[in-house]
């Protein structure tokens, strides 16, 4: 088995701070992808400190190659109780999971992870052992296709303490709640958004806490194939067709740009049909050709696709009114919205052919329209964590 994870987190700032004290570190190995929630006592900027020296610490070690528990050994013995309230200065949950299937859960005195598969919330079994005089949990397990993991920060579980709620959010209740959002087949960053958004409804806006909620789904591969100008070469517009075309029935493939279609339908022999619906006046309408999943216009659609993705990388901003655009119609939305929710990696195919449309074809290749693009578009992909392949013709 071979596995691969979506990982997207969402936090809020205790009420008056401009700092979170909260931090998520995401770390890709080639054996495996690791999460790592910290959450510094108190909050404001002493707070951010804390988490953010722990996230660190595993982020660097891990990095490196060191085994998770030499991480959590090393962590647990640089940060010691505070002296007054004898509290951790950082408490922390570390999912570590292997494209193997293999899976590691550490929790060290944050809320319980919520558990999701097959429809049911499932508890995590305590495994608990001691490191450095201190309690952690310590769960070994295999992880299945469709795993949904949420971690969480205390501020979750305090969510309206005083307020709505005089205990807080009993962690049975929060477990629902995401239950109901699994259900629906929300994405991990709409289930993250959903149960902040919920917490922060609980504090009437005005959170106690940091608040942050990290969700994780195990998934298999979901490979994009994106083709966007003519070859250099027209002698190589068929080989680029066929490479674009390579892979299994799973991938995803999208053509942006009128002359690639023109050339897509002309290599494999199949009809070229335009679209005259407009879903948005600033955004060329989409094609269909037999076998692609989405046919598009290039330049003005990729340019979009790149300022949604850009706007998703900033998770301190992403938030419901983002993916009402993002579920638009139009095909720039359509796109970016592959590439946000159902993406693992990026295979682009791109013709170095200058265009007399967008640019004086003098200028250097670097600085053509196109090529500008698809550099903008590799950097905006690689920041929200998707691998991209290049593949220039």
Not at 194 to 221: F, K, M, Q, S, W
Request: aromatic fraction near 6%.
């Amino acid at each position: 088995m071979s596995v691969t994870t979506e990982i997207a987190y969402k936090s809020l700032n205790h009420y008056g701070e401009i700092l979170c004290g909260d931090r998520v570190q995401i770390v890709h190995r080639r054996d495996s992808d690791i999460v790592v929630l910290a959450d510094g006592m108190g909050s404001g900027v002493r707070a951010n400190m804390l988490s953010t020296l722990t996230s660190q610490i595993f982020a660097r070690m891990l990095e490196e190659g060191a085994h998770l528990d030499e991480c959590v050994e090393t962590v647990v013995d640089t940060l010691p109780n505070d002296p007054v309230t004898h509290v951790s200065y950082s408490t922390f949950t570390v999912l570590q999971i292997f494209h193997d299937g293999r899976a590691t859960l550490i929790e060290y005195e944050n809320p319980e992870c919520v558990f999701i598969r097959d429809g049911e919330v499932l508890r995590i079994p305590q495994h608990e052992r001691i490191a450095h005089g201190k309690v952690v949990n310590d769960y070994r397990f295999t992880v299945r296709t469709g795993d949904t993991f949420l971690l969480m920060s205390d501020g979750t579980i305090h969510a309206g303490v005083g307020q709505k709620n005089s205990f807080g959010w009993p962690w049975e209740d929060i477990a629902d709640f995401a239950l109901k959002s699994w259900k629906k087949g929300k994405s991990p960053m709409r289930q993250a958004i959903r149960l902040c958004d919920a917490c922060n409804e609980l504090y009437d806006g005005r959170p106690g806490d940091d608040t942050t909620v990290a969700c994780i789904r195990v998934t298999e591969e979901k490979v994009v194939h994106l083709m966007t100008g003519p070859a250099k070469n027209p002698d190589d517009d068929g080989r680029m067709v066929r490479e674009f075309m390579s892979g299994d029935d799973g991938v995803t493939r999208i053509v942006s740009g009128g002359t690639s279609a023109t050339i897509v339908s002309r290599v494999l022999g199949r009809p070229l049909q335009v679209s005259l619906d407009y879903e948005d006046a600033d955004i060329p309408p989409m094609g269909e050709i037999e076998g692609i999943d989405l046919v598009t216009e290039g330049v003005l659609t990729l340019a979009e696709v790149i300022r949604l993705i850009r706007e998703y990388a900033d998770t301190n901003k992403v938030n419901r009114a983002f993916f009402r655009k993002l579920d638009e119609p139009n095909a720039a939305a359509r796109i970016a919205r592959v590439f946000i929710e159902d993406c693992t990696s990026v295979v682009l195919y791109v013709g170095t052919a200058v265009n007399a449309a967008y640019q004086n074809p003098d200028l250097p290749l670097e600085l053509g329209m196109r090529q500008n693009l698809t550099r903008q578009l590799t950097d905006a992909l690689r920041a929200i964590g998707r691998p991209v392949e290049l593949h220039l013709y």
